[in-house]
């Protein structure tokens, strides 16, 4: 239980603030409520986080239930963090944080806290919840909370210091932690989308339900200066199968940069143990879309899956909506790269004012080497834009153990293109229909394909050259194969073509890429076609 005697207000507390370095008005925040100071450092968290990895899980069950459960959709839709209290409002820094309320969607009690100075060495308080910080109806059930519940989240909001009539800080936000390891932000588009998570373990195991754990503590550092264009926070996390000790720093520049240095504890054996994971939503696009499913032509956060394998290849999946769950692993060694990206942006395919033509696409570049092990993607049916039914991760090779640690550095980029660019052209559009000949009678069980590619290496092309299709599939048969130039006026903007007979009902796994000669052209082109 909190002594309310002993706590510390950010308006009181000028004197002993000053004592222990940081500058007073760092948490001038409109009275936030902080907890006396106690030691902190990355290297204690992952110390804790290891302590707390060889014992039995203990999940927080000291917040109401019953409480939390009347906070559904409507009630917490109403609960909004008043900016006068947000963290760091009057600096140092850029960039004020400001907190989402508990509810019944997100009922794991998270822990804030501040550190004294820059650096991460020191002492930390813990930013004690308080009803007050919220603007909520009286009669919210909200208010039945004690103080000290914790909080759900949080926001890093804009710059204080930029536009505020273009871009007010309060109303604008470029990252934000909500909901078990969940995290997302912005790209350079202005446009929140895909998400991120901390970790995702035994994710579509047939044997085994998907466990979610939860940064239950955040450590906000205070910049350094407000030239900084940058926040480093610490995470503790925690779950039945895991904990862990992270520090993120974040960049706000033209994309969205975070460093990500994870060390991982595991309490008990895990069947698929997926890094650095990537979550979105492909719902349809022009490749397959059922008749009447919808008024808009495509409706994904992502199309596709971007490889820039450890062997140097450039690899494009496109995404599916399958009949059922599936799981595709791309072997690796070493990786330099692998993403989920939103490459159609063009309104005109979307016709959504919900801006599916500005989602980021998310990158993941390893810092070091990773070894041996799997690029892996996880497709669910999906019957609404509402659900996230994508994953992407990286899986190890060796089985992830009980008593087994790891140490894990990466990057994000949140951009509008992949951040390394291939020199290759690549795959635009997957175009699935009809296979046979116009005017003649279509044959049952062939499938036409049309591959879309763009880049320098086509538009190089001498007059008169066609590039040549380098095609395989795990079984079924080829015919009617060529190439052509899209007939719009682009220059180096080709189209693959082929029919496509299947053998058998299962998925046929497919390869395509474009070459001339002993050059290639393109990236390579990986499809799962689901025969129908």
Known sequence: ??????????????????????????????????????????????????????????????????????????????????????????????????????GRYFQTPVHMYVLESAGGDGFAREIVYDASYFAMPEDSPARQLKDGAGFAGFRLQESRLGDQKKLPWQTNDWAAFLGASYFRAIGELYQYGLSARGIALDAALPDRAEEFPTFTRFYFEPPASDSSNSMTIYALLEGPSITGAYKFVLQRDKAVLMDIDARLFLRRDVGRFGLTPLTSMYWYSETVKPTGIDWRPEVHDSDGLAMWNGAGERIWRPLNNPTQTRASAFTDTNPRGFGLLQRDRGFDHYQDGVYYEKRPSLWVEPLGNWGEGSVQLIEIPTDDEIHDNILACWVPKAPATAGSSYNLKYRLHWSAEE?????????????????????????????????????????????????????????????????????????????AQFDFTAEGTEPVDMRLYLKNGEQTLSETWLYQFQPF
């Open 1 to 102: 239980m909190i002594d309310r005697r002993s706590l510390l207000t950010a308006g009181g507390a000028s004197l002993a603030l000053a004592a222990l370095g940081l500058p007073a008005d760092a948490l001038a925040a409109g009275g936030l409520t902080l907890s006396p100071p106690r030691p902190f450092s990355f290297e204690r968290l992952v110390a804790l986080a290891k302590s707390l990895g060889a014992k039995p899980y203990v999940a927080d069950t000291s917040l109401p239930a019953s409480v939390l459960e009347r906070i559904d959709y409507d009630a917490h839709g109403k609960i909004k963090f008043n900016t006068d209290n947000a963290l760091f409002k009057d600096g140092p820094g850029q960039f004020p944080v400001t907190f989402f309320h508990l």
């Open 419 to 495: 951040p390394f660019p291939s020199p290759l052209a690549r795959t635009v559009a997957t175009r699935i229909g009809r296979g046979g000949q116009p005017g003649q009678p279509r044959p049952q069980g062939v499938r036409k394909f049309m591959v879309e590619f763009i880049g320098k290496p086509l538009e190089s092309l001498p007059f008169g050259v066609k590039p040549e299709l380098v095609l395989t599939a795990s079984r079924g048969k080829f015919s009617y194969i060529f190439a052509e130039a899209v007939p719009n006026g682009v220059p180096g903007h080709w189209r």
